[in-house]
């Protein structure tokens, strides 16, 4: 069995570390910056708020920001361009680290411009490189491989004689990213072909024993991954032949001893696992390397429980668990500062993590570890602590999940960003060509689709992995969470399609506007979906939304009114989200849609003693005639809102003292011909 790519990914990238272990950052001495501070003026002043920014990013980030404003203002006041690249560039660096990568690219692309026109070529070759990292963390390995050849071509363009822009570290670092992009889409041998060729360069320009390790051990991982495992097992014995000259140097040795553990384990052969388990344990536990030890505590428990040593098992997952514990009241996967220098994934030298990545592997293991006692204690027959492990498994799995979406929304944004860029870009550099430039206008139109059918797929394939997790899950406790997910993909997709068309005819106001409006109900959606109650301002705001985008959809076919009593506050009354979605979108759907001319919808709210009176009306043809329409379009057909809101609501009063209660109500006129339907929904408050 072999690694799962994502999982590749987390691993891959490394732990918080100091900056003068990152070997793409230049390493100034903070005490000294700020001692000089005070006495400098003008370009000098300007150059070392600039590496105190640059110093401080990673452990300060709020202390970096500070000094990275201070040094672009002072630059902007001075007309000291260098000055305000390198500021631009260390806001890249700022937001970067917070996870926030279209920002870091735009702050790039600043920095980059203006070295350009200084025609700066090393920086040049180093922004690139800037790019290709920040791509990376984003998962989009195509941007990260186009950038980091056009940084090694800037690093070889000869500037006479035997000279070239970039040294030999220059290329090294560079070839190192290219192989962890093509390592990241499962190009593995591409990626084993690149790093000997940083082993070789090596060999001509010595480098610390602590790097030398780490790229011997990347050969030996990726001969790995392509199943060439005599290959890999050489490679893996000669980074343990290193001499342990320093702590760096150790660290390599013990996550090569974890990853021959694990060749071991996936290949059956427990006793050889557990021995190199129990050595890259013993040095984890040793340094208070915390997730490392909970790591191997994992793997051996684990092991032991495949051997069906239950007892021993137990004893190393209980160890587990308590070092997880620690990592989470100490908010650090360190027993204590002291050691955060040292090297333990050995590529945070090289594409350090921001912290949102890193509380997702955090995260990961949390909840495999939950599942592992969980399976031990179901074999042990001990059903009240399976029950536990079991529910706190399903606990960190949905953070986990939380997590996720979040960076997948980040990942969609920076693609969609970058592509809007680029076309700003290519714009500008053929502006005075007008056939090109509506090439390039074609262009951009088919890049912006294609970003919002990346959203859209991205988004369904969020709701259906959160659909299934939940279904593994205790019905009772899941059923709420599970009805929130509910959204009709019929109803997106006809929003986009509306919202492409006015696009299409040239009415990007119109077309803006509605699109904002359909960001802002599915960020709502998607928000709503982990609480349990919402402000009803909030709920109004999300179905004024939804009767927008409706609207849109269908045209003409409908008016609405929203009335709230003046006497109830919209910010602190709190009601659970999206209960009148679903009768809305029957009311439009069965209702307002086989009615003769225009219909309407009247959504009310007004409070009655301790109960808010949550009302949606439609003029439609009613709930019996909408039967029959139904039955002789489609018999098949089943609408399941009101039966989803029904058992929704019944699942959160089995939780609660004071009762949710819907009452629907077919009108009729005086003669007594349907004249609609009134839902009307009785919420405590």
């Known amino acids: 069995m072999k690694i799962a790519p994502t999982f590749l990914f987390a691993v891959l990238l490394a732990t918080p570390c100091f900056p003068q272990r990152y070997l793409t950052l230049p390493y100034y001495n903070v005490d000294s910056l700020r001692q000089m501070l005070p006495y400098q003026r003008g370009e000098e002043q300007v150059n070392t708020l600039n590496r105190l920014a640059v110093m401080l990013f990673y452990n300060d980030t709020a202390g970096s920001r500070a000094y990275e404003e201070e040094a672009i203002d002072l630059a902007q006041e001075l007309d000291y361009e260098r000055g305000i690249a390198d500021a631009y560039r260390n806001r890249g660096y700022i937001y970067q680290h917070q996870g926030n990568f279209p920002k870091a690219l735009d702050n790039f692309l600043e920095s980059f411009s203006i070295y350009e026109m200084l025609d700066d070529k090393h920086t040049i070759g180093w922004i690139y490189y800037d790019l290709a990292r920040a791509h990376y963390l984003a998962a989009n390995c195509q941007k990260t491989i186009e950038y980091g050849y056009k940084a090694l071509a800037v690093f070889r363009e000869r500037i006479g004689g035997n000279l070239t822009v970039g040294n030999a570290r220059d290329t090294i670092m560079t070839y190192c990213g290219l192989a962890l992009a093509y390592r990241l889409t499962g190009n593995s041998g591409k990626a084993v072909s690149m790093f000997r060729m940083v082993l070789d360069l090596m060999r001509q320009n010595p480098f610390d024993h602590a790097v030398d390790a780490i790229i011997t051990w990347s050969i030996g991982y990726d001969y790995w991954s392509i199943d060439e495992m005599d290959s890999a097992r050489t490679y893996m014995y000669r980074t343990l032949a290193f001499p342990d000259e320093n702590l760096n140097v150790q660290g390599i040795k013990a996550r090569t001893e974890l990853t021959l553990g694990q060749m071991y384990r996936y290949e059956g052969r427990w006793d050889s696992a557990l021995f190199y388990y129990q050595k890259a344990f013993s040095w984890y536990k040793d340094h208070g390397m915390l997730y490392w030890a909970c790591e191997m505590a994992m793997e051996i428990g684990w092991v032991h429980f495949k051997k069906n040593e239950i007892a021993r098992s137990e004893i190393y997952l209980k160890q587990a668990e308590g070092f997880f514990n620690e990592i989470m009241l100490k908010n650090s996967s360190y027993a204590h500062d002291s050691v955060k220098h040292i090297v333990t994934f050995g ?28 399976r031990l204690y179901e074999a042990k027959k001990r059903s009240d602590e399976a029950l536990k492990y079991y529910i706190a498994h399903t606990d960190a799995l949905d953070t986990l999940n939380r997590l996720e979406q979040s960076m997948a929304m980040i ?51 969020v709701i259906l992995y959160m659909f299934r997790l939940r279904e593994r899950q205790n019905r009772l406790i899941l059923q709420q969470k599970l009805l929130r997910s509910q959204m009709n993909p019929h109803f997106i997709f006809n929003s986009l399609v509306s919202i492409q068309n006015f696009i299409f005819n040239q009415k990007p106001a119109i077309a803006g506007k509605y699109l904002s409006r359909f960001s802002k109900l599915v960020r709502s959606i998607l928000d709503s979906s982990f609480r349990e109650f919402v402000p009803l301002e909030e709920e109004i705001d999300t179905v004024e939304n939804y009767l927008e985008l409706q609207k849109v ?112 109500v077919d009108l009729a006129d005086d003669e007594g011909n349907a004249r609609g339907t009134l839902v009307r929904f009785g919420i405590p408050v």
């Open 347 to 374: 590529l945070e030298l090289f594409y350090p993590m921001s912290p949102s990545q890193w509380k997702m592997l955090i995260w990961g293991d949390g909840s495999t570890m939950y599942y592992m006692l969980y």
């Open 411 to 461: 990942e969609l944004q920076t693609r969609y960003e970058t592509e809007q860029k680029e076309k700003q870009i290519t714009s500008l550099e053929r502006e005075n060509e007008f056939k090109t430039y509506r090439l390039n206008q074609t262009r951009i139109m088919l890049f912006s689709l294609a970003g919002l059918v990346i959203l859209t797929v991205g988004l369904a394939v």
């Open 553 to 664: 959809r269908y045209g003409d076919l409908f008016d609405y009114t929203i009335n709230i009593d003046p006497g109830i506050d919209t910010e602190s009354m709190m009601i659970p989200p999206m209960l009148a979605q679903p009768m809305i979108e029957n009311a439009i759907e069965h209702g307002i849609k086989h009615k003769e001319g225009k219909g309407r919808i009247d959504i009310r709210c007004r409070r009655c003693n301790d109960l808010a009176i949550f009302e949606v009306e439609d003029d439609g043809v009613g709930r019996k005639r909408a039967q029959e329409i139904l039955m002789q379009q489609d018999k098949d057909h089943k609408s399941l809102a009101t039966a989803i809101t029904r058992e929704r609501i019944a699942a959160m009063n089995r939780r609660a003292k004071q009762k949710i209660t819907l009452e629907i």
